[in-house]
T-cell receptor, first 110, second 114 residues
Framework: TQLLEQSPQFLSIQEGENLTVYCNSS?????LQWYRQEPGEGPVLLVT?????EVKKLKRLTFQFGDARKDSSLHITAAQPGDTGLYLC??????????FGAGTRLTVKP | GAVVSQHPSWVICKSGTSVKIECRSL??????MFWYRQFPKQSLMLMAT?????????EQGVEKDKFLINHASLTLSTLTVTSAHPEDSSFYIC??????????FGPGTRLTVT
């Protein structure tokens, strides 16, 4: 059983559409990170959220950490083909224990 | 920004042989390094955690005698897959941690066992 449940698992949309990816857990995390990974490469950190209710924006990407620090969402506005990739959320329960969700594979078609 | 390298980036070996994968932090010292395995179209699964100068801590179900981890310095950790079998074929990724909020992934090593 995954500690972190990501949904949807797969998402295929047209360029210009908006989308939201969810990351949910029954556990409380001290911090949560979102990564994007392209085939054959390591994950690249997008953002770290640490405070319940925190919202961070990175250009067209908006990240939110739930008030209880158990869940998070990633919203992409006006998706572009360059956004295509595997999006992973990862929650840290203490300094070393970081667990990954199963990932959301996003395809943005031109 | 901080860089973590892995060597080799890809390797093909015959069944029964051993393969060593290196993970180096190039411009910082990593107190802890983590090794993950990722099968196609799946997420990262933590294999083990290693701190410099001490024995690695392996996740449940990961054979410590098969996946040997050595963390000899603050900038180098190695993962050796011993007596590799085709089912060990996977993408192996290391993560180097500076602090709980600062960590970096390597680019990964694709292992194919024939």
């Amino acid at each position: 059983t995954q500690l972190l449940e990501q949904s949807p698992q797969f998402l295929s949309i047209q360029e210009g559409e908006n989308l939201t990816v969810y990351c949910n857990s029954s556990s409380v995390f001290s911090s949560l990170q979102w990564y994007r990974q392209e085939p054959g490469e390591g994950p690249v950190l997008l953002v770290t959220v640490v405070t319940g209710g925190e919202v961070k924006k990175l250009k067209r990407l908006t990240f939110q950490f739930g008030d209880a620090r158990k869940d998070s969402s990633l919203h992409i506005t006006a998706a572009q083909p360059g956004d295509t990739g595997l999006y992973l959320c990862a929650g840290a329960r203490n300094n070393n224990d970081m667990r990954f969700g199963a990932g959301t594979r996003l395809t943005v078609k031109p | 920004g901080a860089v973590v390298s892995q060597h080799p980036s890809w390797v093909i070996c015959k069944s029964g042989t051993s393969v060593k994968i290196e993970c180096r932090s190039l411009d910082f010292q990593a107190t802890t390094m983590f090794w993950y395995r990722q099968f196609p179209k799946q997420s990262l699964m933590l294999m083990a955690t290693s701190n410099e100068g001490s024995k690695a801590t392996y996740e449940q179900g990961v054979e410590k005698d098969k996946f040997l981890i050595n963390h000899a310095s603050l900038t180098l950790s190695t993962l050796t897959v011993t007596s590799a079998h085709p089912e060990d074929s996977s993408f192996y990724i290391c993560r180097a941690q500076v602090s709980s909020y600062e960590q970096y992934f390597g680019p990964g090593t694709r292992l194919t066992v024939t």
